[in-house]
């Protein structure tokens, strides 16, 4: 029997420093105290100890691809980001797609992010990165736990064989129901896009994500129809609407009856900061809006919020490095939430807010019995951990170290003794 002990661990959830056994891959006892012989004990020295930061948007076919394009976003645009990828689309290899999705598994990996829903483009007829991703999400199991989207992102409707393509993704076994409504042609195709999705789910028994009305347009009105359909179809807390970046937009009466029912329909919502902050809202000239969704309305509306990273380093997004606090100190300041509660829901954003969203609540915690997938973070406190973006010390999944990392060591040599400062409140 192997056994892990980290002792000295600050629990979001609990007063004082607590003791966590782990014991063949599960979490067996979380105690004040345990004494014993244990095969290795970490010192979490009053350090925060939380399970795994989740990761429910990323698109891992798109990852890295910024210096392999033919032609850079020069105006920063969603629309020109579209444009450029479908370039690429055709000279796409399953060893380009897999090469860049590995490479991003090891950097989510380093910053504790055990856990992703990554969408994966199913307009080409090849359905390449279905293919792709969905190998990745078997050979990567024993490090991360990855839902796959099928995601039509030209649209179900625009092209004559969208529907079948989609349904073949689900054939291939994506997890996940994808749509795009806001890029079809017309209203009447967004309609249809949403209600295809919902019919596929139903079909094939998946969740579903839509990219839905990722734009600036106030008249971009499809949530509405993906909350109508999840109240009909009782399809509640099992649809994700992603960005709904109009609603900061919406006229304010109308926004106050839809965001009532989002919360009938239990629509879970994923704003995108790092994207979404640079694409959306560029047409406005100025006084310029905020791109993101109406996120602390939401929130106080008791809607389940979560935030997403996205994409990393390509035509949409060219920074980026698959960290998750990273995002979550974007969205204090472009979403006004860095209030002192706030920052703790900031944390649950990127923790248990988006388990909740990809459905995973009954695997995912430090809870006796649980699978051992736990960090350990270079903070004190969810406050510190987000004003510092703070680096995960360790990384374990189901009970072994697969991460360690050596904070950076400052030292000043300004006086007769060297001082090291670790920008940490004394």
Same mark, same amino acid.
């Given at each position: 029997?192997?056994? =892990?002990?980290?002792?000295?661990?600050?629990?979001?959830?609990?007063?004082?420093?607590?003791?966590?056994?782990?014991?063949?891959?599960?979490?067996?006892?979380?105690?004040?105290?345990?004494?014993?012989? !244990?095969?290795?004990?970490?010192?979490?020295?009053?350090?925060?100890?939380?399970?795994?930061?989740?990761?429910?948007?990323?698109?891992?076919?798109?990852?890295?691809?910024?210096?392999?394009?033919?032609?850079?976003?020069?105006?920063?645009?969603?629309?020109?980001?579209?444009?450029?990828?479908?370039?690429?689309?055709?000279?796409?290899?399953?060893?380009?797609?897999?090469?860049?999705?590995?490479?991003?598994?090891?950097?989510?990996?380093?910053?504790?992010?055990?856990?992703?829903?990554?969408?994966?483009?199913?307009?080409?007829?090849?359905?390449?990165?279905?293919?792709? =991703?969905?190998?990745?999400?078997?050979?990567?199991?024993?490090?991360?736990?990855?839902?796959?989207?099928?995601?039509?992102?030209?649209?179900?409707?625009?092209?004559?064989?969208?529907?079948?393509?989609?349904?073949?993704?689900?054939?291939?076994?994506?997890?996940?129901?994808?749509?795009?409504?806001?890029?079809?042609?017309?209203?009447?195709?967004?309609?249809?896009?949403?209600?295809?999705?919902?019919?596929?789910?139903?079909?094939?028994?998946?969740?579903?994500?839509?990219?839905?009305?990722?734009?600036?347009?106030?008249?971009?009105?499809?949530?509405?129809?993906?909350?109508?359909?999840?109240?009909?179809?009782?399809?509640?807390?099992?649809?994700?609407?992603?960005?709904?970046?109009?609603?900061?937009?919406?006229?304010?009466?109308?926004?106050?009856?839809?965001?009532?029912?989002?919360?009938?329909?239990?629509?879970?919502?994923?704003?995108?900061?790092?994207?979404?902050?640079?694409?959306?809202?560029?047409?406005?000239?100025?006084?310029?809006?905020?791109?993101?969704?109406?996120?602390?309305?939401?929130?106080?509306?008791?809607?389940?919020?979560?935030?997403?990273?996205?994409?990393?380093?390509?035509?949409? !997004?060219?920074?980026?490095?698959?960290?998750?606090?990273?995002?979550?100190?974007? =969205?204090?300041?472009?979403?006004?939430?860095?209030?002192?509660?706030?920052?703790?829901?900031?944390?649950?954003?990127?923790?248990?807010?988006?388990?909740?969203?990809?459905?995973?609540?009954?695997?995912?915690?430090?809870?006796?019995?649980?699978?051992?997938?736990?960090?350990?973070?270079?903070?004190?406190?969810?406050?510190?951990?987000?004003?510092?973006?703070?680096?995960?010390? !360790?990384?374990?999944?189901?009970?072994?170290?697969?991460?360690?990392?050596?904070?950076?060591?400052?030292?000043?040599?300004?006086?007769?003794?060297?001082?090291?400062?670790?920008?940490?409140?004394?």
């Amino acid at each position: 029997m192997s056994s =892990l002990l980290i002792k000295n661990a600050k629990l979001r959830d609990r007063d004082g420093f607590k003791s966590i056994l782990i014991e063949n891959g599960k979490i067996s006892k979380i105690t004040d105290e345990l004494q014993g012989n !244990y095969d290795e004990v970490i010192d979490a020295m009053g350090n925060l100890v939380i399970p795994p930061f989740v990761d429910p948007h990323v698109h891992m076919d798109a990852v890295l691809s910024a210096g392999d394009l033919s032609r850079p976003n020069k105006s920063g645009t969603l629309l020109e980001a579209i444009d450029i990828w479908g370039e690429r689309k055709p000279f796409l290899t399953k060893d380009i797609l897999k090469e860049n999705a590995w490479e991003v598994v090891k950097w989510y990996v380093a910053n504790g992010v055990l856990r992703v829903r990554t969408h994966a483009d199913c307009s080409d007829p090849t359905l390449l990165t279905v293919e792709s =991703l969905l190998e990745i999400k078997e050979e990567a199991k024993d490090l991360i736990d990855i839902q796959v989207v099928a995601f039509p992102q030209d649209g179900i409707f625009t092209k004559p064989d969208g529907e079948a393509l989609l349904r073949k993704a689900l054939e291939m076994g994506a997890d996940v129901v994808g749509g795009a409504p806001h890029i079809e042609y017309t209203r009447e195709d967004g309609v249809r896009d949403v209600e295809c999705v919902y019919r596929f789910a139903e079909e094939f028994d998946r969740l579903i994500d839509i990219h839905i009305d990722e734009t600036g347009d106030p008249h971009s009105r499809f949530v509405e129809v993906m909350a109508k359909e999840n109240i009909v179809r009782g399809w509640q807390g099992r649809a994700a609407a992603s960005h709904t970046t109009a609603m900061h937009n919406y006229n304010n009466d109308y926004a106050f009856k839809l965001m009532g029912i989002l919360k009938k329909a239990e629509l879970n919502m994923i704003t995108n900061p790092f994207d979404n902050s640079v694409l959306q809202n560029r047409t406005d000239g100025y006084p310029r809006k905020r791109g993101h969704t109406r996120v602390d309305e939401l929130l106080a509306r008791g809607v389940n919020v979560c935030i997403g990273h996205d994409s990393i380093m390509d035509p949409w !997004y060219s920074m980026g490095k698959g960290n998750m606090i990273a995002a979550a100190n974007l =969205l204090a300041h472009t979403a006004h939430m860095n209030g002192h509660d706030q920052i703790t829901i900031l944390m649950d954003m990127i923790t248990t807010r988006s388990a909740k969203t990809m459905n995973i609540e009954d695997t995912y915690g430090i809870e006796e019995g649980k699978p051992a997938d736990i960090i350990i973070l270079d903070a004190g406190n969810d406050a510190e951990a987000v004003r510092l973006t703070s680096e995960c010390l !360790y990384v374990i999944r189901k009970g072994k170290v697969i991460s360690r990392t050596t904070p950076a060591v400052r030292r000043l040599e300004i006086g007769a003794e060297p001082e090291f400062v670790d920008f940490k409140l004394k």
